[in-house]
């Protein structure tokens, strides 16, 4: 589609545009459910056997499962925004039951990304779904300690080695003060549940193989998400803004990577790379992003992110307000203090 403007052709509007996409088809999505969870499920059960065979080629086999896991998380994903079914019921459900295989609970999760996606880029919001990142005048009001701990949270040692499995067996069972009743309830009975399909499973399987399967496979995924996550807002140039001059189309367009990958990986990634065109409109539904960015100059405008580019985001560790960019620990150094 060529966007440009022309006298008595205007160029239409970011909301126009995204409305032509901004509806799920429902076999491509039932498709997605099929690619994704049957092979998972598939690869666990080859797993099991594999494990009277060779260790190694257990955790071969989990690579290729961890790759559908994450592919699973993005459907997940996708039924928090309501952007994956037409039914608000269906997209419950499936998100609970996908949430599961994630180890993430639905409700409490697609809560908080909610505010993630009202907040990304705001200065003066941050805290909720973000990874954390001061100031540097914030930094350098800190105790040595607190200090200390910023860098170590900081670290990609801690964020990319600790942090995600921290988060997905962790931190996602444990209820927030800002939770309500309900809230509450939900997060219990996810746990329970969890709880209940581990038990089960251990059952037929043993403890030790249930470990053995469960442990890398969600190891793996979880590495790759939080690395996801981290180079859709964490890279050179990204704009972030204080709230009195926050834009939402910009800080969409230029808050958000487009994070280009090979044509695997987009596809096990269930085309999150397309960042930048998923904060402008959520409720497109994951395989339509492709499109909505072929079809779109304007979308297209935006550099990308490469993985070798993106490597340069792992020296990032504050944001220079004076110079509006994100900085390493080695800027400090000019800093008047």
Same mark, same amino acid.
């Given at each position: ?154 670290? &990609?040692?801690?964020? @990319?080695?600790?942090?995600?499995? #921290?988060?997905?067996? /962790?931190?996602?069972?444990?209820? $927030? +003060? ?125 550099? &990308?992110?490469?993985? @070798?580019?993106?490597?340069?985001? #792992?020296?990032?560790? /504050?944001?220079?307000?004076?110079? $509006? +960019? ?12």
């Amino acid at each position: 589609m060529n966007s440009a403007k022309t006298k008595n052709n205007p160029a239409p509007s970011w909301i126009e545009i995204v409305s032509r996409y901004n509806f799920s088809n429902p076999l491509m999505s039932w498709w997605q459910i099929a690619n994704s969870v049957i092979p998972y499920l598939a690869l666990w059960a080859l797993m099991v056997w594999s494990l009277k065979i060779s260790y190694f080629l257990t955790l071969f086999l989990s690579v290729f499962a961890a790759g559908f896991l994450v592919r699973i998380f993005i459907i997940f994903h996708d039924c928090g925004h309501g952007s994956f079914f037409k039914s608000k019921l269906l997209s419950q459900i499936i998100g609970v039951i996908t949430g599961l295989m994630t180890f993430t609970p639905y409700h409490k999760w697609t809560a908080e990304h909610k505010e993630h996606h009202a907040t990304v880029g705001n200065l003066d919001k941050r805290g909720v779904g973000d990874v954390k990142t001061l100031t540097i005048e914030e930094f350098l009001k800190l105790s040595p300690w607190r200090k200390f701990v910023y860098r170590f949270y900081r670290h &990609p040692l801690f964020l @990319f080695g600790i942090a995600p499995l #921290l988060v997905f067996v /962790l931190q996602n069972r444990i209820p $927030k +003060k800002r939770m309500n009743r309900k809230d509450h309830l939900y997060l219990h009975l996810t746990n329970l549940t969890l709880i209940l399909v581990i038990a089960l499973i251990i059952w037929a399987i043993g403890w030790k193989a249930f470990l053995l399967i469960q442990i890398p496979v969600i190891y793996i995924a979880a590495v790759h998400g939080v690395w996801l996550f981290y180079v859709q807002h964490q890279y050179e140039n990204v704009i972030w803004t204080r709230a009195n001059e926050w834009n939402y189309k910009e800080i969409a367009l230029g808050g958000s990577s487009y994070f280009k990958l090979p044509k695997v990986l987009q596809w096990f990634t269930g085309n999150i790379g397309f960042h930048h065109i998923h904060h402008l409109s959520p409720k497109i539904p994951n395989y339509k992003l492709p499109k909505c960015y072929k079809e779109n100059t304007e979308f297209q405008e935006v550099k &990308p992110v490469t993985f @070798f580019s993106s490597l340069k985001s #792992l020296k990032l560790r /504050l944001w220079d307000e004076k110079k $509006k +960019k994100l900085v390493g620990f080695s800027a400090l150094r000019y800093y008047p203090r």
